[in-house]
């Protein structure tokens, strides 16, 4: 099945995944490249090497025509990520939206190869853990804002500057944070 993913949808029902499995995956590619220490996440510029990160993968950047309303789009089985143009211009000049797209769907091209797709029912959702919306949100999260970068920050504004996220994702990761005490 070839059903793409897209951060403008319901999401699917795929494979659980534990918010700390997902945080060690973000850590993972983190460290990788070497980005451990690094704050402001250079999402554009690791797009340039997901071929390192998934062999064969790509990106394409289409016009807002071919894309509509979705600003980015997956296909994990074909290794290729889909941006619309305004998403990847945006993201090149720090939109904090437009980064945590791009890291939203690089979750995908990870975590959703190779799963047994199956679009979710709104009348019967599956557990939150199960949606591959949830999962890529919370891959995007950690991978921008890693625990023990912004552990000591007390000011939500300044991780917004300083990691190039919204304030409201900022704001997001340290509920977060409150919530899940073991990492
Ligand atoms: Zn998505």
């Keep these: 099945m070839t059903e793409p993913y897209s951060s403008r949808r319901d999401g699917m029902v795929v494979p659980p995944r534990?918010?700390?499995?997902?945080?060690?995956?973000?850590?993972?590619?983190?460290?990788?490249?070497?980005?451990?220490?690094?704050?402001?996440?250079?999402?554009?510029?690791?797009?340039?090497?997901?071929?390192?990160?998934?062999?064969?993968?790509?990106?394409?950047?289409?016009?807002?025509?071919?894309?509509?309303?979705?600003?980015?789009?997956?296909?994990?089985?074909?290794?290729?990520?889909?941006?619309?143009?305004?998403?990847?211009?945006?993201?090149?000049?720090?939109?904090?939206?437009?980064?945590?797209?791009?890291?939203?769907?690089?979750?995908?091209?990870?975590?959703?190869?190779?799963?047994?797709?199956?679009?979710?029912?709104?009348?019967a959702p599956p557990k939150i853990y199960c949606n591959s919306e949830w999962q890529a949100d919370k891959f995007s999260s950690y991978l921008l804002l890693p625990t023990h970068l912004i552990r000591e920050y007390d000011s939500l504004e300044l991780v917004a500057a300083d990691f190039g996220v919204s304030y409201e994702a900022a704001q997001a990761r340290r509920d977060d944070m409150k919530r899940v005490t073991k990492w």
């Excluded at 600003?71 to 945590?100: C, K, M, Q, W």
């Design 18 to 123: 534990t918010n700390v499995s997902i945080n060690k995956l973000a850590a993972v590619v983190r460290d990788s490249f070497g980005l451990t220490g690094r704050k402001f996440f250079p999402i554009v510029e690791l797009y340039e090497l997901l071929d390192e990160l998934v062999p064969g993968a790509s990106f394409e950047v289409l016009e807002p025509h071919e894309m509509g309303d979705d600003h980015g789009l997956t296909r994990p089985d074909r290794g290729v990520i889909s941006l619309r143009s305004d998403v990847y211009e945006g993201a090149f000049n720090g939109r904090p939206r437009d980064r945590f797209t791009m890291a939203h769907e690089l979750g995908h091209l990870l975590m959703h190869r190779q799963v047994t797709l199956k679009r979710v029912d709104p009348a």
